[in-house]
């Protein structure tokens, strides 16, 4: 109950800020900014108690709410229980209320400083309104017994929940998320700053105060990105950082919009043109945030994805559409009624100058970004024009892209060398001769060693004339004011991630190989020997490799482990980085030779009574040992066994009782193998018991001579894994995080001219 | 000014141009076991894992042979390139892709997908009465 006043609370106070700070922008009374900051404050507040509640919940083991019992349990480490928080939907929702409530604290101060605060915040908080909506649907304080009525008992409290999925169960999960949705929800401020201007009929000044805004998110939603590509490679063992997935896609889109929308800024900034591009950029921001969630949370998806999407319900899936509908239907209205008056520059662009260079170059990553939405979105246009859902190949990313990576990569260099509005030919020409020459030069070597595709070349060389133009121009710039630095160290952080893409991706070598225990097998020129196996811990198993190349020796222990709650094999992949490359073990499966062969093994079917002579021994099968109650035991998931009554003789001697088992544990099946004269091992191989007539029961029975079992050595175990070889993959992290340092140093220049100019005024 | 719009439009064309065919190029079709016989390109297989005949891993080849039934009942030998995937034991469908190989008479896939009884959607049954 006190949930759900919480979110309903918040939802209204939220709601009543968003109404009057937008009455106190049509009417200017002073009240109606009062109200809307003083209910946005109260907003605030009820979000952080809400969601201090909703933790309070999960760490005190408050099973009888149906969001904490479906992710999180007893066992749990408490950091990982904390993370459970945003394990599901309803609550990864919470978290990101939680961070746009939190993140418009800051913003009406700034946009109040700037004299935006009425517009901006009537239109921000209206987006927190709309979220807090989705948890009023999918409420995440709801109770089992309301979950599910009639199935379950009022005041039902379950002993344990489910627990988290093992997938989950990661470090990265305590932090992933929350820079993503930290990311997610600054992406709504440079949206409030575009409606703002347009409601403001200022269309030059709110690029100032939400250029901030812009870098910000830029940095918090690509640190996301990043730590989620580390994630999936070394963890998930999806094999790369990168797999073009829906879940991937939908965060990488806003993020390049937010680049494009940045650059845009800089270009109106000097110009005073640009407008409009840089007004729907801007919103665009924001409204992909909003496709993505629906492209991934409504379940349109369907079965195309690798990732299982659950299917949320009718309301989810119309409150998302309805949600994307409204922030974009307000955009494209503000956008028409304001069409007419957005001033033109007046001045004609020249084509050799930087402004020029940051449209095209914004122009590109935005194509870039349609391009990605297309095709993650082909469930839904396959489902319009065949009338059957189906995705694109991940190749269909990489051709599309990779023709706009070289021209962003050309522009990154070419923007960085050329200046502003005036430009003359010959001096351009003249700065452009040593990087372009140094880039010639490491593509023609690049050739000889192995660069053969046309694209690729032609992407090497965009790479590294972005490289060398961007250390020209960052040395130069560091012997003036080192503070500006941050634009050319972003764009050499660009280049040399585009030299990993090219390296990781287009030259690594993949091999499956078998793997028989203490054989040494070669494969990619390095020799494998599979070890044998160790538990990790109570569930997970290491399988150790050594890996051996021209004496250099080391080894790896991927990690595979039974799920119970996946019910499947986990796996998890060992990376050995050998700094110029990573080494990459991802283990598939270990092939252990069916049942004992160790041994001689013979098989026969009984019916109830019959008598058979297997391998030197007679068998009479007498009937199944079924406990009564097996059918009620097996539901309430208790251990239940099933015993085949035998009767053995060998030779004509006295016949002994017998009885060979199967139990059954929590689903599974395991045997328990009856001994006859030391030397016969007799398991039930399969089983079928009669309830009706007892008599038609059969059962089918191995017999393993262990005797001759000492014969024959035992089959060695083989380990199935993907091993592969990544060239240079360290460029593409060190290259994320050069660009991401680049927009560090931007953003404190930033944040020291605005403290300044503040403490001026 | 008006050679600037029309080299922009034509730019502009040529992407749209250049973006829809990658995209009917790589738009991998759902099909049944006659429709992947039939055609020659990469295609995702739809059916369920025949248990009745015999599957196995072949650890020199490193691939994993089974026989795939479609909707409509027919059958086809599915070759894999490496190990039989996650919860395929358990999988109520699978999806494998890759092309028919009409010389070698199966479809050879590169990836199989499985769909499992999704686990993700809670029950009331599996609830514990607690204290």
Not at chain 1, 224 to 243: N, P
Not at chain 1, 567 to 588: E, H, Q, S
Request: hydrophobic fraction near 45%; include cysteine.
């Amino acid at each position: 109950m006190i949930g759900e006043i919480l979110v309903k609370a918040a939802f209204a106070a939220c709601l009543v800020s968003s109404l009057a700070y937008f009455l106190h922008h049509l009417r200017g009374t002073p009240g109606f900014l009062k109200i809307g900051r003083i209910s946005f404050f109260f907003t605030v507040g009820i979000v952080v108690a809400t969601s201090a509640y909703l933790l309070s919940l999960i760490l005190t083991h408050q099973f009888q709410y149906t969001y904490v019992w479906s992710y999180s349990s007893r066992e749990l480490p408490t950091p990982l229980l904390i993370s459970t928080f945003y394990a599901g939907q309803e609550g990864s929702f919470m978290l990101w209320i939680l961070y746009t409530s939190l993140i418009g604290l800051f913003l009406i101060r700034h946009s109040a400083k700037m004299g935006y605060e009425s517009q901006v915040m009537s239109v921000y908080a209206l987006i927190d309104v709309m979220l807090l909506l989705m948890i009023i649907v999918k409420n995440p304080f709801e109770t089992v017994w309301a979950s599910w009525p009639g199935q379950v008992e009022a005041g039902f409290i379950p002993a344990n929940g489910r627990g988290l999925n093992p997938l989950l169960q990661n470090y990265w999960m305590v932090i992933h998320p929350q820079v993503l949705f930290s990311g997610f929800s600054a992406m709504g401020v440079p949206y409030a700053y575009a409606m703002a201007a347009l409601m403001k009929r200022d269309y030059n000044q709110w690029i100032k105060p939400a250029t901030p805004w812009l870098i910000f998110g830029a940095l918090v939603l690509g640190t996301g990105i990043m730590m989620g590509g580390f994630w999936a490679y070394e963890t998930l063992g999806w094999g790369g950082y990168w797999g073009w997935d829906p879940v991937e896609n939908s965060s990488l889109v806003p993020w390049l919009f937010c680049i494009a929308c940045i650059h845009m800024v800089l270009s109106q900034r000097k110009t005073g043109g640009f407008i409009k591009t840089t007004l729907v950029f801007g919103m665009l921001c924001f409204l992909t945030v909003l496709y993505s969630t629906f492209l991934t949370r409504s379940g349109v998806l369907g079965d195309t994805s690798v990732h299982s999407f659950v299917d949320p319900g009718m309301a989810v899936y119309w409150l998302l559409t309805g949600l994307l509908v409204l922030f974009a239907a307000l955009g494209i209205f503000m956008l028409a009624r304001r069409w007419k008056e957005i001033p033109k520059p007046a001045a004609q662009h020249n084509y050799y100058s930087r402004e020029f260079a940051l449209f095209l170059g914004a122009t590109a990553i935005a194509a870039a970004a349609i391009f990605i939405t297309v095709g993650t979105s082909s469930p839904l246009i396959t489902d319009i024009v065949q009338g059957k859902k189906s995705a694109v190949d991940i190749a269909y990313y990489s051709t599309t892209t990779l023709p706009l990576g070289i021209v962003v990569g050309i522009l990154a260099g070419l923007g960085q060398l050329l200046w502003w509005t005036r430009s003359d030919k010959s001096e351009v020409l003249k700065t452009l001769i040593v990087p372009a020459g140094l880039a010639l030069l490491t593509t023609g070597i690049l050739a000889v060693v192995g660069v053969s595709d046309v694209m690729v070349a032609l992407f090497v060389f965009a790479s590294a004339f972005a490289l060398f133009a961007n250390i020209q121009v960052a040395i130069r710039i560091f012997k003036g004011n080192p503070k500006y630095m941050g634009g050319s160290v972003a764009h050499i952080g660009l280049a040399v991630m585009f030299f990993g893409f090219v390296a990781s991706s287009k030259y690594d070598a993949k091999e499956t190989i078998s793997l028989v225990q203490g054989q040494p097998t070669k494969a990619l020129g390095y020799m494998l020997t599979y070890d044998g196996y160790k538990p990790v811990d109570s569930e997970k198993y290491a399988f150790h490799v050594s890996v051996e190349k021209e004496g250099r020796r080391f080894s790896v222990a991927p990690i595979m482990y039974y799920s119970s709650y996946n019910d499947g094999l986990m796996r998890n992949p060992d990376i050995v980085n050998l700094i110029t490359k990573d080494f990459y073990l991802a283990p598939l499966s270990l092939e252990q030779p069916s049942e004992q062969q160790n041994g001689t093994i013979e098989k026969s079917t009984f019916k109830t009574g019959e008598t058979k002579e297997v391998g030197d021994i007679q068998i009479t099968f007498l009937g199944f040992d079924l406990p009564v109650t097996h059918t009620a035991a097996m539901m309430e998931g208790k251990d239940i066994t099933i015993g085949a009554k035998l009767s053995v003789s060998r030779d004509g001697s006295a016949a002994k009782p017998v009885t060979p088992a199967k139990v059954i544990k929590n689903g599974q099946t395991s045997d328990v193998p009856a001994r006859f004269e030391e030397r016969f091992e007799i398991t039930i191989a399969g089983l079928s018991p009669d309830r009706e007539s007892r008599e038609n029961s059969t059962v089918e029975l191995a017999v393993r001579d262990v005797m001759r079992a000492a014969d024959t050595p035992a089959a060695p175990d083989i380990l199935v894994a993907e091993a592969s070889v990544k060239p240079y993959i360290n460029l593409v992290w060190a290259g994320v995080i050069i660009l991401l340092v680049g927009f560090l140093v931007t953003i404190v220049r930033r944040a020291q001219e605005a403290a300044m100019k503040a403490g001026v005024v | 000014m008006k050679l600037k719009v029309i080299i922009a439009s034509v730019i502009v064309v040529l992407f749209v141009i250049f973006g829809s065919y990658s995209f009917m190029e790589s738009n991998v079709e759902y099909t049944d076991v006659a429709g992947a016989m039939a055609k020659h390109k990469k295609v995702q297989l739809k059916g369920f894992w025949n248990k009745e005949k015999e599957s196995a891993f072949d650890a020199t080849a490193t691939q994993f042979t089974f026989y795939l039934v479609d909707e409509k009942g027919k059958e086809c030998k599915v070759v894999l390139d490496g190990a039989a995937p996650n919860n395929f034991e358990l999988a109520t469908s699978v999806v494998a892709k890759g092309r028919y190989l009409e010389d070698k008479g199966y479809f050879h896939a590169t990836e199989v997908l499985t769909k499992c009884p999704s686990k993700y959607e809670a029950q009331p049954s599996e609830m514990k009465q607690g204290s």
